[in-house]
């Protein structure tokens, strides 16, 4: 299995930034795609950017090309989401996830617990 715990959600005013950490421990290595998630309320949970832990497989949502960053320190099995220029919009709890390989759904093998961004006008 593999664990994702969370963290560095808050509260914080439009055009702020923020910096997710999702520090994953066990058969990491079996689980190579690395991903965020969002969910707001009353919505589905949509995609928002993944990593492979060689650092290839780059790919972000639309919604937050050019805003948010994702990134993975391999020594310490971590993986960051930089989040910049927040919109209300992005009000949303964050989840990171593993998968095995890069699938265009939400069907991943293991997901955090989600940490909660909000952003207030």
């Known amino acids: 299995h593999v664990q994702l715990p969370e963290s560095g959600g808050g509260l914080l005013q439009a055009a702020g930034s923020l910096r997710l950490s999702c520090a994953a421990s066990g058969r990491t290595l079996t689980s190579p795609i690395l991903s965020w998630f969002r969910q707001a309320p009353g919505t589905e949970r949509e995609f928002v950017a993944r990593i492979a832990w060689s650092g290839l497989r780059i790919g972000y949502a639309e919604s937050v090309k050019g805003r948010f960053t994702i990134s993975r320190d391999n020594a310490k099995n971590t993986l960051y989401l930089q989040m910049n220029s927040l919109k209300p919009e992005d009000t949303a709890v964050y989840y990171c996830?593993?998968?095995?390989?890069?699938?265009?759904?939400?069907?991943?093998?293991?997901w955090g617990q989600g940490t909660q961004v909000t952003v207030s006008s």
């Open positions: 996830a593993a998968n095995s390989k890069v699938v265009t759904t939400t069907e991943y093998d293991y």
